[in-house]
């Protein structure tokens, strides 16, 4: 029968190389972690948040396409808009047509112009515009009719300003108003400073 005796310093000497075993396996199991695992669970995490995107996206997706056919429809108006006012708009003043047309409504309506006063062409950011002093006279109802077609004349105006004065003895009612006409449209020069209207 064999007997093995250990000193004192056999068996320390015997649990340090086990701590250290112990240790070294500890920091390949780290190492490998760090160097493997853990790549492979941020790619992961990442897969996973894109998926989670994606079906967000594809639960969304009728709500997206009705707004973006809603957009669509918008932009579609806004540019039939745009047309309809660029064949108001004439590239030159061309006044005397303008007052030849007020002047025929004016006497289909049984008003009487006694001014017509086109001011000096002013320019605007991406067109020209023109005031028209305008004097007239006729009742109330021939001054209200004439407007209206002047509204719907083929040539862009507005009206700025209008004075009605009233006489007790009198049907007639004398006029004087502001017409603003347009010519010349272009597109706006980049950065140009938009223009605020006063009065």
């Not at 780290?30 to 079906?55: D, I, K, R, W």
């Not at 030159?92 to 086109?118: H, S, V, Y």
């Not at 007790?168 to 605020?196: C, H, N, Q, W």
């Amino acid at each position: 029968m064999a007997i093995h005796l250990l000193d004192d310093e056999t068996r320390r000497l015997g649990r340090w190389l086990h701590y250290a075993g112990a240790l070294l396996t500890v920091l390949c199991a780290t190492a490998g972690y760090a160097l493997f695992l853990a790549p492979v669970l941020h790619e992961a995490a990442n897969a996973e948040q894109q998926v989670a995107e994606l079906l967000l996206l594809a639960e969304n997706a009728p709500a997206i396409r009705e707004n973006h056919r809603q957009v669509s429809h918008e932009l579609e108006q806004v540019a039939e808009q745009i047309a309809q006012v660029r064949g108001r708009v004439p590239r030159d003043a061309d006044a005397g047509t303008f007052m030849k047309a007020i002047t025929q409504i004016a006497g289909e309506e049984q008003l009487t112009i006694r001014q017509f006063r086109p001011e000096a062409p002013v320019t605007r950011s991406g067109y020209v515009e023109i005031e028209v002093s305008l004097k007239g006279e006729g009742s109330f109802a021939s001054i209200c009719t004439f407007f209206d077609r002047l509204s719907r004349l083929p040539r862009l105006s507005k009206v700025k300003s209008l004075v009605l004065s009233a006489h007790s003895d009198s049907a007639e009612y004398p006029m004087e108003a502001t017409l603003i006409i347009y010519f010349g449209l272009r597109d706006p020069e980049p950065g140009a400073r938009k223009e605020v209207g006063h009065g």
